[in-house]
């Protein structure tokens, strides 16, 4: 498993997963203005220093605030899609039926057909089962007389950042997730 460090703006607003080699480098310049978590992610040594006497070494932790302002417009961002995120976003729960499923056993379920203009994107895409996603077949939802039991939506940022499945911290993970929209299903 290789870590990852949750790089922040200075504002806290989430960037990017970046590695211990590249966290390391930025406390090297001094770019790091402030970091949470409960405790070092790991310890980095270096050399020694033969005139002080000790070894160099860098505590690095699981969330770090970078100088500058923010590389992303947290209001306009649209966060990638992909199937995984999308059976994470609902849960595993399927859009008709309501029962969890193993994610091989659920499929991205078009509200409005893709053969009749419906996209692949976030607001016409929920997780359905397979039975359930034949039974609806290339109609929309009120054509199969089939209700959804949850509402899609375009995941916020930092739901994104929990989206992408990586082995989070647990304290990582709750600052996440103590930043979370109201009504979040990831809650």
């Known amino acids: 498993m290789k870590l990852q460090v949750l790089q922040l703006d200075i504002q806290g607003t989430p960037q990017a997963w970046i590695s211990l080699e590249q966290a390391a480098s930025h406390y090297a310049t001094g770019a ?5 978590g409960a405790g070092p992610l790991a310890t980095m040594r270096g050399g020694f220093n033969v005139a002080r006497g000790v070894e160099s070494r860098l ?14 417009n947290l209001f306009d961002h649209t966060p990638a899609f992909n199937r995984r995120k999308l059976f994470v976003r609902d849960r595993f729960i399927c859009a008709y039926c309501a029962q969890r499923f193993r994610e091989q056993d659920l499929t991205c379920e078009h509200i409005l057909p893709e053969s009749r203009g419906g996209t692949w994107d976030w607001m016409n895409l929920v997780a359905a089962c397979r039975m359930c996603n034949s039974e609806k077949a290339d109609r929309t939802p009120e054509e199969a007389g089939m209700k959804l039991v949850y509402l899609p939506y375009v995941p916020s940022r930092w739901e994104d950042f929990l989206l992408e499945g990586r082995n989070v911290r647990a304290d990582v993970h709750e600052w996440l997730a103590s930043r979370l929209p109201t009504g979040s299903r990831l809650n």
């Not at 790091?32 to 949470?36: S, Y």
């Not at 505590?59 to 992303?72: F, T, Y």
């Open 32 to 36: 790091v203005v402030w970091e949470d």
């Open 59 to 72: 505590e690095i932790s699981p969330i770090i605030a970078l100088r500058g302002c923010a590389k992303v």
